[in-house]
C-alpha cells in the first residue's frame, strides 16, 4: 500500500505550534484535505482545518501553507511516497492546528 506521509502544524496561541507527523494511505486521485479528513476519521478527530465547498477552490476556506508555498488543501493532490509539511496561513490570525480566521 501507498503512503502519504503528512507534518502537520498543531497547537495554538495558548499551547505554541509543533508538527505532528502522520501517515496516510494513498488513494488514488485523493487530495491533501482528503488525506486530512482520514487523519480526522481514522487517527485524530480534534485535527482543526477549515473547509466548505471540499473542492475546486470555491470557497478558499481550506487555505494552507503546503511544502512552504500558499495553495488550497482541496486542490492539491496527494502524491503517493511523499512527505508533505502543512501549516496554517502566517497572514491570518491563528485559530488552531490548520484553522485560521478568515476576519
Ligand atoms: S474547501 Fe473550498 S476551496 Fe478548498
Known sequence: MSIVSLN???GDAATGASLEHF???YREGMSLLD???WIREHKDPSLSVRY???SANACKECSAIVGGKAG???SIRAVPGS???IEPLAAL???K???TSLE
Do not use: G, N, Q
Request: net charge negative; aromatic share 12%.
Open 8 to 10: 502537520v502544524v498543531r
Open 23 to 25: 501517515e496516510v494511505p
Open 35 to 37: 488525506a486530512i479528513f
Open 52 to 54: 466548505s465547498c471540499r
Open 72 to 74: 488550497y488543501l482541496c
Open 83 to 85: 512527505e508533505v509539511t
Open 93 to 95: 490570525p491563528w485559530i
Open 97 to 99: 492546528d490548520l484553522a
